[in-house]
């Protein structure tokens, strides 16, 4: 199993960016694909996430608002589209996949497989 993250970059505060997390190895039906952040000096955290085939999505509440997650089982690809960026969403961003369904109500946690992250860098 495979999870490959890309997407990350350089940008200005306010702008944009879209992450593609590609899936490959096995079907992830039943399962939820989380997105985390690690920023140096920090420990990871929970950003967001997408219930695989059933489509519910679920934020941190900074995120909101501002992040989009969604995902294309034709192509086994779940994106993370963020918007208006601040400096301190500068981060390493990690897409992870869990088996079974998230309801929300807790961070996301204890994920079975994790993808190499990709550095996105905001400047102010």
């Known amino acids: 199993v495979q999870l490959q993250a890309s997407g990350g970059g350089l940008v200005q505060a306010g702008g944009s960016l879209r992450l593609s997390c590609a899936a490959s190895?096995?079907?992830?039906?039943?399962?939820?694909m989380g997105w985390f952040r690690q920023a140096r000096g920090k420990e990871r955290e929970f950003v967001a996430a997408?219930?695989?085939?059933?489509?519910?999505?679920y934020y941190v509440d900074s995120m909101k608002g501002r992040f989009t997650v969604s995902g294309d089982s034709a192509k086994n690809t779940v994106y993370l589209q963020m918007n208006s960026l601040k400096p301190e969403d500068t981060a390493v961003y990690f897409c992870a996949a869990r088996a079974g369904y998230y309801s929300g109500g807790y961070l996301l946690r204890d994920m079975h497989y994790w993808g190499k992250g990709t550095l996105v860098t905001v400047s102010s």
């Open positions: 997408i219930n695989w085939g059933h489509g519910s999505t």
């Open positions: 190895g096995r079907t992830f039906s039943g399962y939820v």
